[in-house]
């Protein structure tokens, strides 16, 4: 792990974008080598072949149910509880969604 200037620990685990490298943040869902959601409460349960994610935020470019990459997994988010626009209590986390579902794919290419 590494601090970026903005104080945000970042993995060292990199993906290929237009053949320029692009660090992976650990907390962060990804589809085509973007960032389009981060993570908190995260449970993956490998016998059941899913992981839940207690809040998903910043996810306003996350297209469902398009297929997704969480660390080394690759995903498809099969359930949302509650999902909002704009929590009052919270701004600048756009849309929020919780009591997420998604089932393990298998494992992304590196």
Not at 86 to 98: E, Q, S, T, Y
Request: net charge negative; aromatic share 6%.
């Amino acid at each position: 792990m590494e601090m970026s200037s903005n104080g945000v620990a970042e993995s060292n685990e990199t993906s290929e974008d237009a053949g320029r490298v692009v660090a992976r943040q650990d907390d962060a869902i990804y589809q085509n080598a973007a960032r389009v959601a981060r993570t908190l409460e995260v449970e993956v349960d490998l016998e059941a072949r899913e992981i839940r994610f207690g809040e998903l935020y910043e996810s306003d470019p996350l297209l469902l149910p398009d297929e997704c990459e969480y660390k080394e997994y690759r995903i498809l988010i099969r359930k949302v509880a509650f999902a909002t626009r704009l929590d009052k209590n919270a701004p600048h986390k756009g849309r929020v969604l919780r009591g997420v579902m998604a089932e393990l794919l298998g494992q992304r290419q590196h």
